[in-house]
């Protein structure tokens, strides 16, 4: 089983950044896609940013030009840079991975959550 540890969260003012950083651990064989999700009292979680493990990125238009996801292969660790915060983006912010178990099989790992909060 594999755990996703997320750090990084905060209460900052707009205009604002933070940096979010979630390590992977565990038994796996392999990280497949990283990324975040977030999830803004009373509306549904949605999908930030992932990045592939060859590093290609995808982003919800919302952030797109604010947000950078990153990862470190060696470290099994992914990050989101947020930069240009806005109170819309105050939300719980969940680290995500897809891993293999075997070279057959493939799960999903979810982190615990880390709460932003930017103040207008």
């Known amino acids: 089983q594999v755990q996703l540890v997320e750090s990084g969260g905060g209460l900052v003012q707009a205009g604002g950044s933070l940096r979010l950083s979630c390590a992977a651990s565990?038994?796996?064989?392999?990280?497949?896609?990283m990324g975040w999700y977030r999830q803004a009292p009373g509306k549904e979680r949605e999908m930030v940013a992932i990045i592939t493990r060859g590093a290609i990125t995808n982003y919800a238009d919302s952030v797109k030009g604010r947000f950078t996801i990153s990862r470190d292969n060696t470290k099994n660790t992914v990050y989101l840079q947020i930069d240009s915060l806005k109170p819309e983006d105050t939300a719980v912010y969940y680290c995500?991975?897809?891993?293999?178990?075997?070279?057959?099989?493939?799960?999903?790992?979810w982190g615990q959550g880390t709460q932003v909060t930017v103040s207008s």
């Open positions: 565990g038994r796996m064989l392999a990280i497949n896609n």
């Open positions: 995500y991975a897809n891993y293999k178990s075997t070279w057959f099989m493939s799960y999903d790992a």
